[in-house]
Each structure stands twice: as structure tokens, then as C-alpha cells.
């Protein structure tokens, strides 16, 4: 599979088929989810995958997922995390964004969940006694077919000029520049990630010879955390493509404000 290419059909299905997963298929995302926490060793963090979604889903119906609307699915993936240290949440977000890649490598549709908002005695009843933190549940399976004649959505995506910085928050970064450092077609497709709502809240500034991944936002909420999670994977994926095989460092967070609008550092990439 070739990434961008992937991550320019990337997109999350909310309207799933009626139809279980084959079993087989079921012992691959099984066999997938136990070769990821073996070896990452993934010591404050657990995926488990849930087989009866319509057991899950009528239990959170009206309660998760955003504004209350739960994702229908024949199956979903549950992520908890061991605490909700900010490496820990930006790391679920990037090994669960590693399983969605094995996921649609089977030929199956996934979605995102939130379930922060549920009741805490409600989700010790769903997802076991004994669960410590669980935000979010991945729905997956077969996405359901469209109306051939509607016409589907797209989200607009910001240019590369308004999410890379060069030196200072602020200024815009010369694509030539980009191009001859071999990060231009990196930050092309990176745009095409899955945020929440889709604010897009990542931004990089691009400062001697390093990266710096930061946060974009009016008001700060722990699902950014989840998004730049995300991002940070995507970004390591694409950058092997082009020979960049660094990896994302976490940094102590700091806080920039500007005139109308806030910033926080995340991690930085070593060039």
C-alpha cells in the first residue's frame, strides 16, 4: 500500500453494512492487535476488540459519540489507556491510527468514537469493572453502500502555506524550499489525516534543521491530543517514503499565544 495514496481516500464511515466480519478476517485484526502490543510493547495501553457491536452500540446509543450520535457497527476495537498522561493519549491515538492502516489493508471501513462524555458507571457496565480510561472505541467493518446518484461531501483542507511555518509562528514557508528538503509532498498528503470535527489543528514550524509539531486552538480540550496523535503517525509514514526515517520526539508542552489565537508544542523531528 502506498500511504498517500491511502491517505488521500482516507475517510471515516458512519454508515456501516448489516453483515459480520468473516471470522478469519475477525483472527486477523485479532492476530494484527496482539503483534502491535508485542512489539511496541505497549505496557500503558490496551486494544481490545469487541465482536458483538450490536450488544456495545445498544448499550450506548443516545450517550456516545459526538453530540450522542453513536456509530452503528457490527464490530469495534475499545482503547484504554493505562492513564491519561499526555504521552500516553498522543501515543494511543498513533498505534490506533497503526491498526486503522492493518484494518483497511483487510478491506475493512472504520470510524473513530468518541465515548468521553459517557457516564464512568455506565462504561465500567460496557467495557468491564475493572477498565481504568477509555475515551474512544473504533467502529469497523463494511461501509455501506451509497446512493449512486447523491452527491458525496468533501471536507476543504488547508494549504500546506497556512500549516508550515518557517522560523516563527506566522511565516509562511517558501515551497521551493520544502520541495528541495523533500518535505513538500509530505506535507501535501499529511493534510489529509482525520481530526476531530476536522479542525485540522495541526501546524509545523520548521526551525534549525528540526520540525516542531504544535497545536492550534481557541479553547484547549484533550482531543487535540488524540489529533496530533494522529498526525504524528501519518507524518513518520510518509517521511520513509521519502527516505526521512527519524522519529517524533515528545517535548515539555509550552503554550504561545498570539494576537487571536493559541499554540502548543508537542514533539519535535529531528531532519
Given at each position: 500500500?502506498?500511504?498517500?495514496?491511502?491517505?488521500?481516500?482516507?475517510?471515516?464511515?458512519?454508515?456501516?453494512?448489516?453483515?459480520?466480519?468473516?471470522?478469519?478476517?475477525?483472527?486477523?485484526?485479532?492476530?494484527?492487535?496482539?503483534?502491535?502490543?508485542?512489539?511496541?510493547?505497549?505496557?500503558?495501553?490496551?486494544?481490545?476488540?469487541?465482536?458483538?457491536?450490536?450488544?456495545?452500540?445498544?448499550?450506548?446509543?443516545?450517550?456516545?459519540?459526538?453530540?450522542?450520535?453513536?456509530?452503528?457497527?457490527?464490530?469495534?476495537?475499545?482503547?484504554?489507556?493505562?492513564?491519561?498522561?499526555?504521552?500516553?493519549?498522543?501515543?494511543?491515538?498513533?498505534?490506533?491510527?497503526?491498526?486503522?492502516?492493518?484494518?483497511?489493508?483487510?478491506?475493512?471501513?472504520?470510524?473513530?468514537?468518541?465515548?468521553?462524555?459517557?457516564?464512568?458507571?455506565?462504561?465500567?457496565?460496557v467495557f468491564g469493572e475493572h477498565i481504568v480510561h477509555v475515551d474512544y472505541v473504533l467502529a469497523f467493518g463494511y461501509e455501506k453502500l451509497r446512493n449512486p446518484f447523491t452527491t458525496e461531501t468533501f471536507s476543504e483542507r488547508i494549504g500546506v502555506k497556512d500549516m508550515v511555518f518557517d522560523g516563527e509562528i506566522g511565516r509562511v514557508s517558501n515551497l521551493d524550499d520544502l520541495d528541495n528538503k523533500g518535505l513538500l509532498d509530505i506535507f501535501h498528503y499529511v493534510r489529509f489525516a482525520p481530526s476531530t470535527k476536522n479542525l485540522q489543528p495541526w501546524r509545523f514550524l520548521i526551525k534549525d534543521n528540526k520540525i516542531q509539531l504544535l497545536l492550534s486552538y481557541k479553547e484547549w480540550n484533550e482531543g487535540l491530543l488524540t489529533d496530533a496523535g494522529i498526525i504524528m503517525y501519518y507524518f513518520e509514514e510518509l517521511a520513509k517514503y521519502q527516505g526521512i526515517k527519524s522519529q517524533w520526539r515528545i517535548v515539555d508542552i509550552v503554550e504561545c499565544k498570539t494576537e487571536d489565537n493559541c499554540y502548543r508544542y508537542v514533539a519535535e523531528y529531528e531532519l
Amino acid at each position: 500500500m502506498i500511504m498517500s495514496n491511502f491517505l488521500r481516500n482516507r475517510k471515516s464511515v458512519r454508515e456501516f453494512k448489516n453483515r459480520i466480519v468473516e471470522p478469519r478476517i475477525l483472527e486477523d485484526v485479532q492476530e494484527s492487535i496482539r503483534a502491535l502490543k508485542d512489539e511496541y510493547s505497549l505496557d500503558n495501553m490496551d486494544f481490545r476488540l469487541y465482536e458483538n457491536g450490536k450488544n456495545l452500540y445498544s448499550s450506548l446509543e443516545g450517550k456516545g459519540g459526538y453530540a450522542g450520535v453513536m456509530i452503528e457497527s457490527p464490530h469495534y476495537i475499545i482503547m484504554e489507556l493505562a492513564d491519561k498522561k499526555e504521552d500516553t493519549i498522543l501515543y494511543g491515538a498513533y498505534y490506533m491510527e497503526k491498526l486503522i492502516t492493518k484494518l483497511n489493508d483487510m478491506g475493512l471501513s472504520t470510524c473513530w468514537v468518541s465515548v468521553s462524555n459517557i457516564d464512568e458507571n455506565l462504561k465500567k457496565e460496557v467495557f468491564g469493572e475493572h477498565i481504568v480510561h477509555v475515551d474512544y472505541v473504533l467502529a469497523f467493518g463494511y461501509e455501506k453502500l451509497r446512493n449512486p446518484f447523491t452527491t458525496e461531501t468533501f471536507s476543504e483542507r488547508i494549504g500546506v502555506k497556512d500549516m508550515v511555518f518557517d522560523g516563527e509562528i506566522g511565516r509562511v514557508s517558501n515551497l521551493d524550499d520544502l520541495d528541495n528538503k523533500g518535505l513538500l509532498d509530505i506535507f501535501h498528503y499529511v493534510r489529509f489525516a482525520p481530526s476531530t470535527k476536522n479542525l485540522q489543528p495541526w501546524r509545523f514550524l520548521i526551525k534549525d534543521n528540526k520540525i516542531q509539531l504544535l497545536l492550534s486552538y481557541k479553547e484547549w480540550n484533550e482531543g487535540l491530543l488524540t489529533d496530533a496523535g494522529i498526525i504524528m503517525y501519518y507524518f513518520e509514514e510518509l517521511a520513509k517514503y521519502q527516505g526521512i526515517k527519524s522519529q517524533w520526539r515528545i517535548v515539555d508542552i509550552v503554550e504561545c499565544k498570539t494576537e487571536d489565537n493559541c499554540y502548543r508544542y508537542v514533539a519535535e523531528y529531528e531532519l
